[in-house]
Nanobody
């Protein structure tokens, strides 16, 4: 069945870094706009970053600009989110999302704490 599988989350100290990965299974996303969203406890899900089909254009939430970087490997059916200089406000479940389909992955937990 069609799936998006996120990985790479975990516990990291403030100022640390993580790289999240999202693999598409049973479909090819090379022609689709892909995004990362996150949802913190008690808050609404919010857009973190998006990338167009060919990877030529990216968009970031103001809160992560200069710290998070989205990229894609269409040949490998992978999306990445490199996160640096993490802070406790980045603690959330991070989700991979296909914009054209409204299709979500299952999410991966990121916790930033000393």
């Amino acid at each position: 069945q069609v799936q998006l599988v996120e990985s790479g989350g975990g516990l990291v100290k403030p100022g640390g870094s993580l790289i999240l990965s999202c693999e598409a299974s049973k479909f090819t996303f090379s022609g689709l706009t892909m995004s990362w969203y996150r949802q913190a406890p008690g808050k609404e899900r919010e857009l973190v970053a998006s990338i167009t089909a060919a990877g030529h254009s990216t968009n970031y939430a103001d809160s992560v600009k200069g710290r998070f970087y989205i990229s894609r490997d269409n040949a490998g059916n992978m999306i990445y989110l490199r996160m640096v200089n993490l802070n406790p406000e980045d603690t959330a479940v991070y989700y991979c999302f296909v914009e054209e389909w409204g299709f979500w992955g299952q999410g991966t937990q990121v916790t930033v704490s000393s």
